[in-house]
């Protein structure tokens, strides 16, 4: 055989070895980089899912921890000193008119600063001013009903049988008090206890707090029933929801609110087909999030929040890439939006222009969100399409009068119940459901009726006691009626 045959065949036999080898080692790479990628996509999913807050998610503002928001500082990050700064003009207690003072004490110069000559106790109308507020001791009113016996002549003996005996030990007022302190203040309990006795020098058990509590309750349904009732009216309604937890278990608290009311209501989960029965008749316009439980209301009857949108669009522009790009430039349009909104309504802005200057921001809203479904983009995509998806409800509120781009009105009606449930991890009982319900609902609306609250609560327990009608908590419209 050839030398240089034998030597082309060993070569050739190095190369195809070679060969193998070079092949192995890019099916390594190949294995290697696509762990890489994957590992890091999952940092990238890790640090976004770590640096989620109120601004860039659905978290509320109660979970943000310290910084987490933009802006905040740490204490002493300021050069400026606490309180008002200079120019500040400053907030000054009112004075009461003569009419709701109790007692007047009047202070008179004794001598002349001048001459040292005594002077007369001469009313002065334009004296000075300064009044003290105080709270007097506090002593509860007990009253004791005697069922006296009394023998009559022929030797029977009668004991009295009163209609109105109280069927409570404790009175209208004080078992308000005792539902304002836990269902509206959100006192344990057992700090309800404590004030009590602290305060008003009255003794009670942690059991006959909680009966007081279904007491109320019971007193409250026909208020929160009227309440419901004006929600299902209402032309604008906001809507949104909590986690809420009974014996520990996951349930959702959702709340329906209206300029004039609020309610409340605890399901076993937030479905559709669970949530569509206290919805009612679906009359009005439905502002709330993207959520896919509100499909049974039709979609040019809706108002999608564009605080939620913007906290996606946060989310956008903290990655990478286009990602970054597209969360940037709809930030800039919701700016924009905003802006405008906001010079409208301070009555600087007419509705026919607000309309003609947000007409090209609808469109390109609506073009960026189209290109960042075309371009394919991981985790924003599918965000943006389903956002496309409610074009129909983005700008309800250019169109329908008393329509806000936000749900920021039941937002902040949550927080009461998202603070009591970080106290308090909800309720042990289905009746402790239906009065945090009830009370809140009836809190909440009061105050919107610019009605006192333990006012309220006392004259429906009152009702309730005595077995008459219920106050109404529109108590202007049904006298107007």
Partial sequence: MDPRDQRIAELEVAVASRDALIAQQQAAIQVLTEKVQQLERTVAELTERLNRNSRNSHLSPSSDGPGAREGDKPKGGSRRQPGGQPGHRGHHRSLLPPDQVDHIVHHFPAECDDCGAKLPKVVDPNATRTQVTEMPPVQPEVTEHRCHAVTCNCGCTTRARPDALPTSPFGPRLMSLIALFTGVYHLSRRQTVR??????????????????????????????????????????????ATSWLHKGKSRTLWTLATAVATVFKIVVDGSAATIKPFFGACKGILVSDRGTVFSFWRMNFRQICWAHLIRKFIAFSERDGPAAQVGQELLQYAELLFKYWQDFRAG???????????????????????RAVDADIDQVSGSCADILAHRQALWTFLTRDGVEPTNNHAEQELRAFVLWRKRCFGAQSERGHVFAERVMTAAHTARKQNR????FLTACCEAHLSNTASPSLFAAETAAA
């Fill in 195 to 240: 004030v009590l006795n602290d305060v008003l020098g009255t003794q009670i058990s942690l059991g006959a707090v909680s009966s007081v509590e279904a007491r109320v309750s019971t007193a409250l349904e026909p208020a929160a029933d009227d309440a419901w009732a004006k929600i299902d009216q209402a032309p604008v309604k906001h809507a949104d």
């Fill in 348 to 370: 600087n802005l007419s509705k026919k222009r607000l309309l003609e200057w947000m007409a090209p921001v609808c469109r390109q809203v609506e073009g960026c969100l189209q």
């Fill in 452 to 455: 006192n609250v333990l006012a």
